[in-house]
């Protein structure tokens, strides 16, 4: 673990409520490692990266748990006949953030690390609910046949990625529509537009999105899932759960298990921390 001194980025991989396991790592590790001048991140992994570096995780994790523990269920299925959401994830994950990130907060990380959220777009052709079933069968053929962390396939059906940087917006509002279109899983999210085009999940291109860290000398690579063997010989450092998560990615009814996923990735950073000093 000699290279540690030339860390200068960050990844956050994507993963929903998994990447509850990032900030319990991340907490573990910040104080022994350099302030990357880059972070790049998808999905839950974006909304992580940027609470996290605005200083703002202790409330954001507080209210989350509050509201997860007074959800009941991930669909709703008694609102399907209403006007209330089927689906509570779009309306926790922003009442989450937006209760953490400031005008302050969001001052702070204009003056911390370069923070990247990566959007994915599909092709034009596609009708937007085809488009990301299909890039997420594609990555599930891919993730068995390969046995590879980082997906390639996807980009071949005509998907495309950009960059939103947390820099470029003037509000909490503004970064927190940023990270949610990074987040647009359909039917949970309700998909929106950036510049004329469909915005989706940013893992549907890019799990994993190093790309947006590509002028960087080594990024360290926070996974969400356990993974038997790791990319290796590479620029890159990787860390992942030395086990399966508890949470799955769109449990937002499940306070404990959140917690045991936080918790697990500070016991990971610690390992991980103790292997750097060596």
């Given at each position: ?69 007074r959800n009941e269920r991930n669909v709703h299925y008694r609102n399907l006949l209403r006007r ?173 298990k959140v917690v045991a996923t936080f918790e697990l990735g500070h016991r990971d950073g610690v ?8």
């Open positions: 673990m000699r290279e540690q001194s030339d860390i200068d980025a960050v990844v956050f991989s994507g993963g929903g409520a998994r990447c509850f396991w990032q900030a319990g790592f991340w907490e573990a590790v910040r104080s022994v490692l350099p302030v990357p001048t880059a972070v790049s991140g998808v999905s839950g992994g974006a909304a992580v990266a940027a609470i996290l570096f605005a200083g703002g995780w202790s409330r954001f994790y507080a209210k989350f748990l509050e509201l997860a523990a209330s959401p089927v689906f509570p994830h779009p309306a926790i994950s922003r009442e989450s953030f937006l209760h953490s990130v400031s005008a302050r907060a969001l001052r702070a990380l204009r003056f911390g690390p370069d923070l990247r959220i990566v959007i994915s777009h599909p092709p034009r052709l596609l009708g937007v609910r085809l488009a990301a079933s299909l890039a997420v069968l594609v990555d599930e053929i891919e993730r068995r046949m390969t046995r590879r962390a980082i997906s390639e396939w996807v980009r071949r059906l005509g998907f495309q990625s950009s960059v939103v940087r947390a820099s470029e917006c003037d509000t909490p509002e503004a970064l927190v529509h940023a990270i949610l279109q990074s987040s647009t899983a359909p039917p949970m999210f309700p998909v929106t537009r950036r510049e004329g085009r469909v915005a989706l999940d940013g893992a549907l291109v890019e799990n994993v999105p190093l790309s947006a860290v590509a002028d960087c000398r080594r990024p360290l690579v926070l996974l969400s899932r356990h993974e038997r063997a790791l990319p290796a010989g590479g620029r890159e450092i990787y860390a992942c759960p030395s086990e399966t998560v508890p949470v799955s990615s769109w449990d937002f009814a499940a306070p404990e390992r991980f921390r103790g292997n750097l000093a060596r």
